[in-house]
């Protein structure tokens, strides 16, 4: 008989407090390029909560900051069973993109509701109403993303979607044998679409073989695995439930270790011509 394969592992922080005795110095760093903030940083001392949200906690893992990542905000999510929200953001401008790790949910997007489930992506448009309802009995834990939609000649707002990655087939990059693959959850030939949201995985010894250095700005969440990922000038270990936060143009490049798949959610601006300074 042949095995079934391994079920995904989506890692996300949950809270907590490390021991008194535990050693303080981890791998936590914000530089003018990048910033890595560890799992262990996602304690209870850290969290936020959000107006309009019940029963919720949210880590805030990345927002705009003049003169370093400018486009997004991301938050990982702690909603216990029967918590959420009716009205879970104020910014009518704001598009949202939702990946859910743990848990089960009811994502109600202009009244049609939709059941939410490990692996799970929901993007919902600008100027849409939507509720969020943790169902079951664990806490329901996920990465949401926010970024405010930038209209384009031509162009209007995608609709409403949702889906599971396992329901995509990973696009592998070119002569890579499969080690580097590309689960892209946005259409890339969407030109609506003015954000990418993907799950990158990397088999063990996969790598990026060139520094990256490009106009977009990047969240990556660590689903899964651990790697050696080249940020700027530094090599920065990180594993599961870590977040590296980067600004435009800082160089990047990884391999992957371990002997598990490294996988991570990642987020990018895309699509848009670069705003350009009123002249005077």
């Given at each position: 008989?042949?095995?079934?394969?391994?079920?995904?592992?989506?890692?996300?922080?949950?809270?907590?407090?490390?021991?008194?005795?535990?050693?303080?110095?981890?791998?936590?760093?914000?530089?003018?390029?990048?910033?890595?903030?560890?799992?262990?940083?996602?304690?209870?001392?850290?969290?936020?909560?959000?107006?309009?949200?019940?029963?919720?906690?949210?880590?805030?893992?990345?927002?705009?900051?003049?003169?370093?990542?400018?486009?997004?905000?991301?938050?990982?999510?702690?909603?216990?069973?029967?918590g959420g929200s009716d009205t879970p953001d104020d910014d009518s401008r704001a598009q949202h993109a939702l990946f859910v790790c743990a848990g089960k949910a009811t994502l109600t997007i202009a009244g049609q509701p939709r059941h939410l489930t490990p692996g799970t992506?929901?993007?919902?448009?600008?100027?849409?109403?939507?509720?969020?309802?943790?169902?079951?009995?664990?806490?329901?834990?996920?990465?949401?993303?926010?970024?405010?939609?930038?209209?384009?000649?031509?162009?209007?707002?995608?609709?409403?979607?949702?889906?599971?990655?396992?329901?995509?087939?990973?696009?592998?990059?070119?002569?890579?044998?499969?080690?580097?693959?590309?689960?892209?959850?946005?259409?890339?030939?969407?030109?609506?679409?003015?954000?990418?949201?993907?799950i990158v995985t990397f088999q063990p010894g996969g790598t990026i073989p060139f520094e990256e250095t490009h106009v977009m700005e990047h969240g990556l969440a660590i689903l899964q695995g651990k790697g050696a990922y080249r940020l700027n000038r530094d090599w920065v270990e990180v594993e599961a439930g870590d977040f590296i936060w980067l600004r435009a143009f800082c160089p990047q490049a990884c391999y992957a270790g371990g002997n598990e798949p490294f996988r991570y959610l990642l987020y990018k601006d895309v699509n848009r011509h670069a705003p350009l300074a009123l002249m005077r």
């Open positions: 008989m042949t095995a079934d394969p391994p079920l995904p592992c989506y890692a996300i922080p949950s809270g907590g407090l490390p021991p008194q005795s535990a050693l303080m110095t981890q791998r936590a760093v914000f530089t003018p390029a990048y910033a890595v903030i560890p799992r262990a940083c996602g304690s209870d001392i850290t969290a936020s909560l959000m107006p309009g949200w019940t029963q919720t906690r949210a880590w805030v893992l990345a927002r705009p900051l003049t003169g370093f990542a400018e486009t997004f905000s991301q938050y990982a999510m702690e909603v216990l069973p029967g992506f929901a993007y919902i448009p600008p100027g849409t109403a939507w509720q969020f309802t943790a169902t079951g009995t664990e806490p329901t834990r996920l990465y949401w993303i926010r970024k405010r939609w930038r209209a384009a000649p031509g162009l209007t707002p995608p609709p409403a979607f949702s889906l599971n990655e396992a329901d995509i087939a990973p696009s592998a990059m070119p002569d890579t044998q499969g080690k580097w693959a590309t689960t892209r959850l946005i259409d890339p030939e969407d030109l609506r679409h003015d954000m990418h949201v993907n």
